[in-house]
Structure formats: C-alpha cells, structure tokens
C-alpha cells in the first residue's frame, strides 16, 4: 500500500503529470461547470419570486447524480465531485427560499 502511494506521490510531482491533467477533460468538464453553482450562489441576493422549483428540484437531482459519477469514476474526479457538491448545496439553500416565500406568500393571503 505503501508503495503505490509513494509511486503516486512521485508521479504527481512530474511536469508530464500536470500537463496532462490540464489538457484534459477530468480539468476542463468540472471547471466550466462551475458556472452552475456559482450562478446559484449569486442569485441568493435576488428575490424569491425568480426561483423555479421545477428547474431547482432538477438541478438538485442533475448534482446528486453526478457527485455520485465523479466519486464512482476512476481515478475519482474530486474537482467534479466539490463543483456538484457546491452546488447541490446551493440548489437546495434555493429550494428552501422558494418554499419559505410560497408558504408566506400562501399564509399573507
């Protein structure tokens, strides 16, 4: 065990290892994606009445299923994995917005 960590730790620190990685989608796929949860997040300042439950409860689902992905995949894709995890966290703090404000909305009426 403790020489595949070793030879791990010697590969990791090569030129080739890194450029490799850069170049590749396990890079590119998770760093455009983070758009989404950074989307989300920016949008907590706006009002509830924007959030679509729909689109948010497929967002929370679309993440759940892709954190598992990146988890399962191999080698694991953590950049994948902390994109999704964000941003079902972000999705779901939307979720409790618009249900908090349809549940005001409902009681002020």
């Known amino acids: 065990m403790a020489s595949i960590f070793g030879n791990f730790v010697r590969q990791i620190k090569t030129k080739d290892f890194w450029w490799n990685y850069i170049?590749?989608?396990h890079f590119w796929?998770?760093?455009v994606n983070w758009?989404?949860?950074l989307a989300a997040i920016a949008d907590m300042k706006?009002?509830?009445d924007m959030i679509s439950p729909r689109m948010t409860s497929?967002?929370?689902i679309y993440s759940a299923l892709f954190m598992r992905f990146a988890w399962k995949?191999?080698?694991r894709n953590l950049l994948l994995f902390a994109c999704h995890a964000t941003n079902e966290g972000a999705q779901l703090i939307q979720l409790g917005r618009c249900v908090n404000h349809s549940l005001k909305e409902k009681k002020s009426s």
Request: aromatic letters at 0%; charged letters at 10%; proline letters at 22%.
């Open 23 to 25: 170049c590749s989608t």
């Open 29 to 31: 796929g998770p760093v």
């Open 35 to 37: 758009g989404i949860p």
């Open 46 to 48: 706006k009002d509830p």
């Open 58 to 60: 497929a967002l929370c």
């Open 73 to 75: 995949v191999q080698p």
